[in-house]
């Protein structure tokens, strides 16, 4: 039971390029999220899925798209990478509506 | 703009004393306030959760003081340790999305 990874876990981007983020959870849960982790600010929710083929907006949603097109996994995409997009990147996910999310490792990601 | 204010940002105790992190928030619609905690290239978990309408929980050493009339809620570690030594993080919900406070990074001396 590996409960809830993340890959890449290192990336370095020129600004403009683009890259996914590819979260995986093998605890069977509905709802997964992205968050991402910036000095000072704790952590800010970018977009979440409550099940299978869904995906709502988040706090921070700009500049990121997301995918959910199976169960286990939730794809988190920068199309056009900015240096204000260099962060650490955290995967979430829980049995539903519940304050117990459980994180994954995270991916630190550099924009230059 | 920060829904969930925490502080201190950074917290240093003996080893020994208590550790309490302080959180405030604005909004009446949130219904659970769980606090995680994350250690150094970890993602967070979560530590302890209370509802409005309790007014303390408390789990082997750490505790939660809720006050819901001031909007304020805090974390206290008794006997602190230096395994403690992390960063806490308390947040609050409304349905399935979590809001973060900033953060406060303890260090507990031995």
């Known amino acids: 039971n590996a409960g809830v990874t993340q890959t890449p876990k290192f990336r370095v981007l020129k600004t403009g390029q683009s890259m996914t983020l590819l979260c995986a959870q093998d605890?069977?849960?509905?709802?997964m999220y992205w968050y991402r982790q910036d000095p000072g600010m704790g952590l800010r929710l970018i977009h979440y899925?409550?099940?299978?083929?869904?995906?709502a907006k988040g706090e921070v949603p700009d500049g990121y798209n997301v995918s959910r097109l199976k169960k286990q996994n939730f794809l988190l995409g920068l199309e056009s990478a900015a240096p204000s997009q260099t962060s650490v990147y955290f995967c979430?996910?829980?049995?539903?509506?519940?304050?117990?999310?459980?994180f994954g490792p995270g991916t630190r990601l550099t924009v230059t | 703009q920060q829904q969930v204010k925490q502080s201190p940002q950074s917290l240093i105790v003996q080893k020994g004393g208590i550790s309490i992190i302080n959180c405030a928030y604005e909004?009446?619609?949130?219904?659970?306030f769980p606090w995680y905690q994350q250690f150094p290239g970890k993602g967070p978990a979560l530590l302890i959760a209370?509802?409005?309408?309790?007014s303390e929980k408390k789990e082997g050493r750490f505790t939660i003081s809720f006050n819901k009339s001031a909007k304020q809620f805090s974390l206290h570690i008794m006997d602190s340790q230096p395994g403690d030594s992390a960063t806490y993080f308390c947040?609050?919900?409304?349905?399935?999305?979590?809001?973060f406070g900033e953060g406060t990074q303890l260090t507990v001396n031995p």
């Open positions: 899925s409550v099940g299978e083929g869904t995906t």
């Open positions: 947040a609050a919900s409304t349905g399935s999305r979590l809001t």
């Open positions: 979430a996910s829980s049995r539903g509506q519940s304050v117990e999310q459980y």
């Open positions: 605890m069977n849960h509905e709802y």
């Open positions: 909004n009446t619609a949130f219904d659970y």
């Open positions: 209370i509802r409005p309408d309790v």
